[in-house]
């Protein structure tokens, strides 16, 4: 007789306040990313020059399409969430609606996992530009100090 291994997993029961809550949450956090994807323009802007200058250019252009299509992603889950927000009505209308209310709780689910690998490629993606800047910061301090000791002597 063979034993058949089955793993169990638990989905936690939400009630419509919590996935309220939730995408309120998802929303302030996404807005904020939006926020941030603006300042990552403005300091690739800033750093245009050097960024090419630094002889590192594929991989720059790699990182500058990265963050577009992060910008995009993003956008299409805030407009997810804006959605799926709307269609709360279904969870709180006092109908049972067992299909439907499934569903939602399952689109909700969807949007968890979503949202959490968005965010955890957003991190790196941040992480590897920050990476990237800050070489070419210390790459500049470190041209200022020759040329500091080159104008002494």
């Not at 403005?42 to 630094?54: G, M, R, V």
């Not at 569903?103 to 949202?115: G, N, P, Q, T």
């Not at 968005?118 to 992480?127: D, M, N």
Request: no cysteine.
């Amino acid at each position: 007789m063979k034993t058949i291994q089955t793993q169990v997993h638990y989905v936690k029961w939400l009630s419509a306040e919590d996935m309220h809550k939730d995408s309120q949450e998802w929303l302030s956090e996404l807005q904020f990313v939006k926020d941030e994807h603006l300042f990552f323009e403005d300091l690739i802007t800033s750093f245009t020059t050097q960024l090419i200058a630094s002889g590192k250019f594929s991989d720059t252009k790699e990182i500058v399409d990265a963050v577009n299509r992060s910008q995009k992603r993003n956008n299409a889950l805030i407009e997810a969430i804006k959605v799926h927000e709307n269609e709360l009505q279904i969870m709180v209308d006092g109908v049972d609606q067992l299909e439907e209310e499934k569903a939602y709780a399952k689109e909700h689910s969807d949007l968890i996992s979503a949202i959490a690998d968005f965010l955890k490629e957003y991190k790196s993606l941040k992480a590897q530009l920050f990476d990237i800047i800050k070489t070419i910061r210390k790459e500049e301090k470190q041209r200022l100090l020759i040329d500091k000791k080159r104008s002494k002597y």
